[in-house]
């Protein structure tokens, strides 16, 4: 039986859980096995595995050089590097849709962007396209705080953003998970969500659906699963080349704005809360 190897830098983070639940759906139809590699263990020989899925960034060039060198294909997971075939989500798509919602739907102008971690692929996509939202969409950016997509450093940054003084009436975070550790600070320091502050985030799981969290909805399950296709694809001989990028899709829920309208009525109704100047 082959084996599809998975390197990560954390096989315990929610998204990298899901990344790897998608790889097995296809590896059971292959059928073949799956075997993680984490931060924790050290760079396994390219040989150690019939082809690689690498997550973000969790694999260094000179590993992808030895590896493409040992005639192992690879598909990267929401990452990109030329020369290699990536399945990715459009992060531009869907910082774009979380800036046009706060400020068009919700009547924000002055935003926080919380950062995922310096570096990553998604983290420097969404800060570039967050940054061109805002002039599109003529609101200010009220600061950045580095959440590096770990939800309890996004918590102690944003205190200490509170601490500081800054005035701002919506957040937009790199992720959901980040997003929902946002609401929970907010409310422990006396701000309203969505009255006081609106509060979106990036992607879409179980947890944002209980926290009914206003999102882009990405499926991180399918990221997997094309990721896995695509490499299996390699596997039996196929020349896979370019990025696919997965689009998303805007979900309205509670934490933007109160009782979110009808599709059909969006453009017509306005927030329930009073909008400062």
Same mark, same amino acid.
């Given at each position: ?7 990560t830098n954390d096989e315990t983070g ?16 292959? +059928? *073949?096995?799956? %075997? ?10 390219? @040989?150690?595995? #019939? ?5 973000? @960034?969790?694999?260094? +060039? ?8 040992? =005639?192992?294909?690879? !598909? ?6 030329? =020369? ?6 459009? @992060? ?13 739907? *919700? ?14 692929? #998604? ?7 967050? !940054? ?14 580095? =959440?590096?997509?770990? +939800? ?12 500081? =003084? ?40 179980? %947890? ?35 990025? !696919? ?8 829920? @509670? ?23």
């Amino acid at each position: 039986m082959e084996t599809i190897g998975v390197i990560t830098n954390d096989e315990t983070g929610v998204f990298q859980q899901a990344i790897i639940k998608g790889a097995w759906v296809t590896a059971d139809t292959k +059928p *073949c096995a799956i %075997e993680v590699f984490s931060g924790s263990r050290a760079a396994p020989a390219p @040989n150690a595995a #019939d082809g690689w899925l690498v997550i973000a @960034n969790a694999a260094t +060039p000179e590993w992808l050089a030895r590896t493409q060198e040992a =005639g192992r294909p690879i !598909t990267l997971v929401s990452h990109a590097l030329p =020369g290699l075939p990536a399945v990715v989500f459009d @992060n531009r798509q869907g910082m774009l849709e979380l800036v046009k919602h706060v400020a068009v739907q *919700c009547g924000r102008r002055k935003l926080v962007l919380v950062r995922g971690a310096a570096g990553q692929y #998604d983290t420097e996509q969404r800060a570039t396209a967050f !940054t061109d939202a805002l002039m599109r969409y003529s609101v200010s950016a009220a600061g950045t705080i580095n =959440g590096e997509f770990a +939800p309890d450093k996004a918590a102690a940054a944003l205190e200490a953003f509170l601490a500081e =003084g800054h005035d701002f009436d919506a957040v937009v975070a790199s992720d959901y998970m980040m997003a929902l550790a946002v609401i929970d600070t907010l409310k422990r320091k006396k701000r309203r969500v969505p009255q006081d502050v609106s509060v979106v985030g990036f992607g879409d799981g179980p %947890e944002a659906r209980r926290g009914k969290l206003t999102t882009v909805a990405a499926d991180v399950e399918e990221l997997g699963r094309r990721a896995a296709k695509q490499l299996v694809h390699q596997m039996n001989g196929a020349k896979v080349k370019g990025v !696919t990028t997965l689009s998303v899709k805007l979900i309205e829920r @509670n934490t933007s704005y109160d009782d979110p309208p009808d599709v059909e009525l969006r453009k017509e109704k306005t927030p329930k809360f009073t909008k400062k100047r």
